[in-house]
Nanobody, 123 residues
């Protein structure tokens, strides 16, 4: 599976931004997908994960209620809608895919990674 994230940019605090991740590979619809982020000097942080069917999701407490993960298997796409953005949301955002059927919360649970897209939230 190859992943290509896009949609990052500069937004003011309180604003919204939508990220997209295009996936290639015949098994995409069977992959658990997730979004992570990494701020300068910090470890990569789990944000959200979605099951292959889209029916189950898990969110980190830091983004619960503000971010929404979704997927469209027909288009081989996964999305992250981000609302009520805060300056502390500034980071490089990565999409990831897992060969496992479980909804992993750790970096090590994912086998494939996109190149990352920068999100900057100004105060």
């Amino acid at each position: 599976v190859q992943l290509q994230a896009s949609g990052g940019g500069l937004v003011q605090a309180g604003g919204s931004l939508g990220l997209s991740c295009a996936a290639s590979g015949r098994t995409f619809s069977r992959n658990v997908m997730a979004w992570f982020r990494q701020a300068p000097g910090k470890e990569r942080e789990f944000l959200a994960t979605v099951s292959w069917s889209g029916g189950r999701t898990i969110y980190a407490n830091s983004v619960k209620g503000r971010f929404t993960i979704s997927r469209d298997n027909a288009k081989n796409m996964v999305y992250l809608q981000m609302n009520s953005l805060k300056p502390e949301d500034t980071a490089v955002y990565y999409c990831a895919a897992s060969q496992s059927s479980g909804l992993g919360l750790r970096y090590a649970d994912y086998d494939y990674w996109g190149q990352g897209t920068q999100v900057t939230v100004s105060s």
